[in-house]
């Protein structure tokens, strides 16, 4: 197999006997991802890949995890499930999970890179096994934090890194003020006209991002409206070509039904938010389905309008009225792309106060209670769409033969209760390319380990 540029793991497990370093789950309930029901069966683990899936009524009996003659470690999941590892489309390992944007620009670039080594692990500890680089607050956060993930230096997700947002003058990102210097502020790079466009482009690219997010639209919170727009076509087509040219993907914040045009017009492949719809921005991403995906964040909204009151948000202002506003519409649009078949993914903005990281399988319930999805359907959003917008659609976000060995041993059925994916104790077991992040201790759930 070819090395996918978004992965950095590559290689296959082996035939299908188990070998001396395999590693087999058995007597669990497979959440295979694709969509069909659980089935009872086992897998076998070679190297980072699932190498065979069984079906079977049967386990191994005796304790948790055992050693076979032959070598292998073989764990009895005794009935739990056994599903892909959650996936974030819409992650930010450099938000530090503090009270607002300025907290997050305020800490200096030493302490920033420790804290994103301390995010990285808490996403990963959540079961999110691997996560779509959204923006960083910085300029090479996220590359650095992908590559030591990768390497194996420092736990986390699997991760695509993104730079700083590219924003116009006065728009979202753009702390600056008249006569003041407060570039060192700005959450985004801002660009003005199509050849500051160009070069910022090509900065970033130098700089090892996989991905180039522009900001098409405003954010309430910051003064510039989710409604209002921003940049010429001619910006958005030169940044769109030159990420083309070597292989990047695209990325915008796009609140406006405008903004959601754009991003279909000019080919930007992960539409982040999408609020506000009319008839034309839904046709027209309903006609190009297979080249988009929408990650709504639906925590940021609703938790900003209802839970940020000790953080100075006060529900029944200006502000939360505003998002409250936009919950409805996001809600309702997302209703409507879930009918049309377009790709809503799980993603919710996490990393602040209050939305920290962590929480992020919040956003699965979220789906089910305010989008109407069923539980399979929020599940799959969170694993099979996952692994899509991470680039990898042929070897993540599924539990098959030749996947990456990227899974959760649940202790309870999501398929009844979605809510238990957000219970780190119900998180028996997360490997991690064919690696236990946690292994199923002497302990879990009163289960006796023997060697």
């Excluded at 692990?121 to 956060?141: E, H, N, Q, S």
């Excluded at 006209?193 to 160009?198: A, L």
């Excluded at 639209?217 to 030169?238: C, L, R, Y």
């Excluded at 045009?261 to 982040?272: A, D, T």
Aim: glycine share 12%.
């Amino acid at each position: 197999m070819a090395e996918n540029r978004f992965s950095g793991w590559g290689g296959r497990g082996g035939d299908a006997a188990a070998g001396p370093s395999d590693i087999v789950f058995g007597n669990v309930q497979i959440l295979d991802g694709s969509g069909e029901p659980p089935f009872s069966g086992e897998v076998t683990v070679s190297g980072n890949r699932i190498k065979s899936i069984t079906r079977t009524g049967s386990g191994f009996g005796g304790s948790l995890n055992s050693w076979s003659t032959t070598g292998s470690t073989r764990i009895d999941g005794r009935g739990m499930t056994l599903m892909p590892g959650l996936i974030d489309a819409h992650l930010h390992l450099s938000w530090n999970n503090a009270p607002g944007i300025n907290p997050i620009q305020m800490m200096p670039i030493e302490e920033h890179m420790l804290n994103c080594v301390y995010m990285s692990k808490i996403v990963l500890d959540a079961g999110f096994t691997a996560g779509c680089g959204a923006a960083a607050a910085k300029p090479r956060l996220d590359v650095v934090i992908r590559d030591a993930i990768r390497s194996g230096k420092v736990p986390g997700p699997r991760y695509t890194a993104a730079g700083p947002e590219l924003t116009s003058v006065g728009g979202l990102g753009d702390a600056s003020l008249p006569h003041i210097d407060h570039e060192g502020l700005n959450l985004g790079i801002v660009v003005s006209g199509v050849e500051d466009m160009r070069r910022n482009v090509r900065i970033l690219m130098k700089w090892g991002v996989d991905t180039i997010k522009l900001n098409l639209s405003g954010e309430e919170i910051t003064g510039m409206g989710a409604e209002e727009n921003q940049f010429t076509d001619d910006e958005i087509k030169v940044a769109c070509d030159e990420a083309r040219s070597r292989g990047r993907r695209l990325a915008a914040h796009a609140r406006s039904k405008e903004s959601i045009k754009k991003c279909v017009q000019f080919g930007i492949h992960n539409i982040y938010h999408a609020s506000f719809t009319d008839e034309e921005a839904l046709d027209m991403l309903e006609a190009n389905k297979d080249k988009h995906f929408v990650a709504p964040g639906l925590a940021w909204l609703l938790n900003t309008a209802r839970n940020a009151g000790e953080f100075g948000i006060k529900p029944g202002t200006p502000i939360t009225d505003a998002y409250e506003r936009e919950l409805e519409h996001a809600v309702e649009s997302m209703q409507k792309m879930r009918k049309r078949g377009i790709r809503v993914l799980i993603g919710g903005d996490y990393g602040f106060a209050w939305t920290p990281h962590g929480t992020n399988a919040k956003d699965i319930e979220y789906f089910v209670d305010l989008i109407g999805m069923t539980p399979m359907e929020a599940i799959q959003s969170a694993t099979q769409l996952g692994g899509q917008i991470m680039g990898m659609g042929n070897e993540l976000g599924q539990i098959k033969e030749g996947y990456l060995a990227d899974m959760l041993l649940v202790d309870g059925d999501p398929l009844r209760d979605v809510r238990i994916l957000q219970d780190k104790k119900r998180i028996v077991a997360i490997m991690q390319d064919g690696k236990f992040h946690r292994a199923p201790s002497n302990q879990a759930q009163g289960m006796l380990l023997s060697a």
